[in-house]
């Protein structure tokens, strides 16, 4: 359903796609924390570093089965050995932060949970620990699902579900500009149900957060593909970004499918900027004119233009009065069913490749992309892998080790 972007592959913003003034936006200082850390940094250094964080997480808490993997962390579920009561830890090698950017985003996504804590939508920080290797960061355990898996059980649900289910969203994303906070990471994956037989949601992940101040603005290119606002492909954006996001979600809970969609990043970033929002096709015809009303709203391209959360949530589609309780079609089901076994399968394969290689082999990799990306972009151009290929000719010391015919070969894949 979107794999978590570290850069865009290649792409760059064209001359004529401007992105214009935005509302508000966060500095651009923060905008070398994905070229270092997770994809090209290297070395074991954090081992031994202190954050300053209260000890004896395995004395007071028994670890359990993981429950998800993110871009730096591992998330378990584990147990109060004096109460026996359950949460969720995200679990953080300190080697794995290879940076100063790396330290800097794990101490900032528990100054948010703390800045957030108390909103009924948002997960609770139960606490902070950290050892010499790991940084555990104990949390409220949500264990009713994820969104879209939840709807597929239920076999059917209407436009009133996706309305009390959008209001959620939102509140959070109200909350988080409140209190100076863009999450740059809005997606179904974010949100659970906090318990089987609850309708209540909450946002898990905070990991590409950022603190903000009117007047600045983001350039780095963060989120999940589908979910992608405009003006984050061309670089200049503020929270109006995460309105976009829940616009997404919204319109996959009520159709099924996201509203640009491709068979690569690449091709899905190309949708987003062409924006063609078609309306006019199944099952869209029999959606409330409220529903699109809102939705539209909150996808115009021009974040000047777009709605804020907190105007969003005044709006009577997402306060339920509007909003029709008559069933939707089964087909947006079905279509929910196949977009999100399709997310499920791309997240395995990722998982499964990760598991292929060891820490050393990650890092050689890390190591040769570096050495490719000559003008440290933290992109391959084509110019750069066309260049890295002409050199594999020879070795060190001069010496062909590969027949010209077959690095021809290989420049003419690469052009093809």
Same mark, same amino acid.
């Given at each position: ?22 509302v508000?936006s966060?500095e ?29 997480f $395995?004395?007071?808490?028994k ?15 584990c147990? !109060? ?127 590409? @957060? ?6 600045? &603005?983001?350039t ?59 309306l ?7 959606? @409330?004119?409220? $529903?699109? !009303? ?7 391209? !021009?974040?000047?233009a777009?709605?804020?959360? $907190? ?7 997402? &306060? ?7 069933p ?12 999100? @076994? ?13 598991q ?20 440290? @972009?933290?992109?391959?151009?084509? $110019? ?33």
């Open positions: 359903m979107g794999g978590c972007l570290s850069r865009v592959l290649g792409y760059k913003a064209g001359a004529n796609e401007d992105a214009g003034d935005v508000t966060a651009a200082n923060s905008t070398t924390r994905l070229k270092d850390p997770h994809f090209f940094g290297g070395g074991s250094s954090g081992r031994r570093m202190a954050f300053g964080y209260k000890s004896g $395995a004395k007071l808490y670890l359990g089965q993981e429950l998800g993997r993110g871009q730096f962390g591992i998330t378990y579920r147990e !109060d050995k004096a109460t026996g009561d359950s949460y969720a830890v995200k679990t953080v090698k300190k080697k794995n932060l290879t940076s100063s950017d790396s330290i800097e985003d794990t101490k900032r996504e528990v100054a948010i949970l703390k800045r957030l804590a108390g909103h009924e939508n948002i997960v609770r920080l139960h606490g902070v620990y950290e050892d010499d290797k790991h940084i555990h960061i104990v949390m409220e355990l949500c264990s009713g699902g994820e969104l879209f898996d939840k709807i597929i059980a239920k076999g059917h649900y209407a436009e009133k579900d996706a309305a009390e289910l959008v209001r959620q969203m939102l509140k959070v994303v109200a909350e988080c500009h409140l209190n100076g906070v863009i999450h740059r990471d809005l997606k179904p994956e974010n949100f659970l149900f906090i318990e089987e037989d609850s309708s209540t949601i909450k946002a898990i992940d905070f990991g590409l @957060s950022e603190f903000f101040s009117p007047g600045t &603005k983001f780095d290119v963060v989120g999940s593909a589908y979910y992608v606002a405009p003006e984050v492909l061309k670089r200049k954006y503020g929270p109006l970004a995460d309105v976009w996001s829940i616009g997404v979600i919204m319109y996959i809970l009520l159709s099924g499918q996201p509203p640009f969609w491709g068979p690569t990043e690449s091709g899905i970033f190309n949708e987003i900027l062409r924006y063609k929002l078609d006019s096709k199944a099952p869209w015809p029999q959606i @409330s004119r409220s $529903a699109k !009303d809102i939705l539209l709203k909150m996808l115009t391209f !021009d974040p000047r777009r709605i804020t959360a $907190a105007q969003a949530l005044s709006h009577a589609w997402v &306060k339920g009065e509007n909003a029709s309780d008559i939707l079609d089964m087909s947006v089901i079905n279509n929910m069913k196949e977009f999100a @076994s399709y997310g499920r399968l791309k997240k395995l394969a990722i998982k499964k490749l990760a292929t290689f060891s820490e050393e082999e990650i890092r050689d990799l890390k190591d040769q992309f570096k050495k490719i990306d000559t003008d440290n @972009s933290g992109t391959i151009t084509h $110019a750069e892998l066309v260049e890295s290929v002409r050199h594999m000719r020879t070795n060190s010391d001069g010496v062909q080790v590969i027949p010209d015919i077959e690095v021809d070969k290989m420049l003419e894949g690469i052009d093809r």
